[in-house]
């Protein structure tokens, strides 16, 4: 049997292979305790997560080939769109307990779940019950950012992330849209919603600078990387 081999692809992401099968994976900062069912692995005693790319829209433009990831350790985050969790958990891995992670949603219930489950356990994260188009309301909790991450789903989500940088990001700071062609127009053909989307970032001062869709794990999305200038 081939012993397993794990492969850094940017900080403290990696590429799990066995005989079996080949994953994307990060070091679980809760060893023993997994968040949404993923399978754990031991490396040299070390227990990795597994990163479900289908869950995902990070870890599927990891694997779509993402150039830059600009989430890294000890940096600081904001998410926006956090839900209960499954991927800020994977941030939560990345960043460690010298970074910080502030995820925003709207709906209590999933934020209940993300207090339950995720951040109960993980010190990095601070939950936030808000509104992301009102970022007025929430600036008191936060500090300046390095990335603000965004996954609303919204029609104005370009909107929304533009308004979140002016307010939290450093300059050079980073921000990571996923974009969802269907919330903006089902009718319309989804590369030029995402050129839309591009075009409202950079007139919000952000020079977009990976633009990767990201089927076949999430048809008709794309996520934008872009630069705070
Ligand atoms: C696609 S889900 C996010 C999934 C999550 N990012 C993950 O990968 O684990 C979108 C989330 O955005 C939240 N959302 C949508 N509009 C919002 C808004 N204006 N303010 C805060 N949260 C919002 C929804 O409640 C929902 O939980």
Not at 7 to 18: G, L, T
Not at 99 to 116: C, E, T, Y
Not at 151 to 176: C, H, T, Y
Not at 203 to 226: R, Y
Request: glycine residues 6%.
């Amino acid at each position: 049997m081939l012993q397993p081999v794990l492969e850094e692809i940017f900080p403290q992401v990696y590429k799990f292979r066995n005989d079996k099968q080949e994953l994307l994976v990060t070091m679980n900062l809760t060893p023993g305790k997994t968040v949404y069912g993923e399978p754990t692995f031991l490396v040299d005693d070390v227990e990795y997560r597994s990163w479900n790319p289908t869950r995902s829209k990070l870890g599927a433009v990891i694997l779509k080939g993402l150039k830059h990831l600009p989430i890294i350790p000890a940096c600081k985050v904001l998410y926006l769109g956090v839900a209960s969790g499954t991927t800020v958990s994977h941030v939560s891995d990345i960043i460690g307990m010298e970074g910080h992670v502030w995820g925003l949603d709207f709906a209590p219930r999933s934020l209940r779940d993300l207090i339950d489950k995720v951040s109960r356990f993980r010190k990095n994260i601070s939950p936030i019950l808000g509104d992301a188009r009102r970022p007025e309301s929430y600036a008191m909790m936060l500090p300046k950012v390095d990335v603000v991450f965004a996954d609303v789903a919204q029609p104005d989500q370009a909107e929304i992330v533009v308004k979140n940088s002016r307010f939290f990001l450093k300059k050079g700071g980073w921000v990571m849209l996923s974009i969802k062609s269907r919330s903006i127009d089902v009718r319309e053909k989804p590369k030029d919603i995402y050129q839309s989307q591009v075009e409202i970032l950079e007139a919000g001062g952000l020079k977009v600078h990976e633009l990767i869709q990201l089927d076949p794990f999430e048809k008709d999305h794309a996520m934008a990387v872009a630069e705070f200038i």
